[in-house]
């Protein structure tokens, strides 16, 4: 059935799930990274203690070894980010080796503080001093393949990001962003730079149609559906996850009647598509849902609360 700007009547199972961000630790896969690592923060100091004197009460700096010691906690702190969050590859290998680099630079310059060094050694101006040029020249090179990686996942996120970014408001089962995010992005990009004359809003509901149970749509298939979704939409729209199987479009700078269309291709899409579920019993889907122009939200909006929030209030009021 086509979509109008009327709604019709629907009872939505809203699936409860644990919302834990579960983050995978990448650490077992760099045990030749962490044993470099562990190696530059102990050789050093046993180096120091059994080659060199130890300096006097009198002789020590506390605010160098403070500023010194700072450096030492954040690159390691770096380093440790790095071991636990990345896999494998060039990008995650450059920037570990640039970071170690400058961390043994920045424990060198620790350990001076406390232990007496004859500086006039050539072999002691090349351990102090090569550590941070290679480590700066490394990281470059890593930082600039890190652009190329954010640049390739960029791209493939234009949907789901629009001109906005906040990965507090991740939803952490489609990979798309949930309902605070488009809160924010009407309130700080829409409403802020004047562009609610031309934007609609497509809020719709999914509604796995399987007659021997009541069906919790699986987070797979929410993934699935929003990978659906976005083919369906244009390169400068955005798409979100409300809550449960509710989903929200914004259609930036079109009409209501443009958007009708668009969100009749989306149904059409979704409604085409199958599921099988795990006892092999074929799931088919139903949308149910209404577009609205954003500007006439805004109109009507008298008691000023968040757009979003008004616009599901009175999504809600025309369901009942």
């Known amino acids: 059935m086509p979509l109008t700007g009327e709604l019709r009547p629907i009872n939505v199972a809203v699936a409860q799930f644990d919302t834990t961000v579960t983050m995978r630790n990448y650490l077992s896969l760099h045990l030749i990274k962490l044993s470099a690592f562990i190696a530059s923060s102990i050789a050093p100091v046993i180096l120091f203690i ?44 450059t920037l570990f080796w640039g970071l170690l680099f400058l961390y043994l630079a920045a424990v060198w310059d620790l350990l001076d503080e406390f232990f007496l060094i004859d500086h006039y050694y050539l072999t002691m101006k090349v351990l102090e001093s090569m550590p941070s040029l290679v480590g700066v020249l490394v990281l470059s090179g890593g930082l600039y393949l890190w652009k190329q990686e954010q640049d390739y996942f960029n791209a493939s996120r234009i949907k789901h990001e629009k001109d906005f970014r906040d990965h507090a408001s991740h939803d952490v089962f489609t990979g798309i962003n949930n309902a605070q995010y488009m809160e924010d992005f009407l309130t700080y990009t829409v409403t802020s730079s004047h562009h609610t004359a031309s934007g609609s809003i497509f809020i719709f509901d999914v509604v796995m149609m399987d007659r021997e149970r009541d069906s919790i749509m699986p987070p797979q298939v929410m993934i699935d559906l929003v990978n659906v979704t976005g083919m369906s939409i244009r390169s400068n729209d955005l798409i979100c996850r409300y809550s449960g199987q509710r989903f929200v479009v914004y259609f930036d700078q079109l009409s ?45 909006n008298q008691t000023c609360e968040p757009l979003l929030r008004h616009m599901i209030r009175v999504h809600n009021s025309a369901l009942t």
């Open 256 to 300: 209501h009647k443009e958007a009708l269309t668009l969100a009749n291709g989306i149904q059409q899409s979704i409604e085409a598509l199958t599921y099988f579920a795990s006892d092999d019993r074929a799931v088919r889907f139903r949308v149910d849902g209404a577009v609205y122009e954003v500007a006439d939200l805004v109109e009507k």
């Open 50 to 93: 059994y080659q060199y004197p130890w300096k006097s009460g009198t002789e020590i700096n506390p605010l160098d070894i403070l500023g010194e010691g700072a450096l030492v906690f954040v690159f390691g702190l770096w380093i440790a980010v790095i071991l636990l969050s990345r896999p494998r590859g060039i990008v995650t290998n």
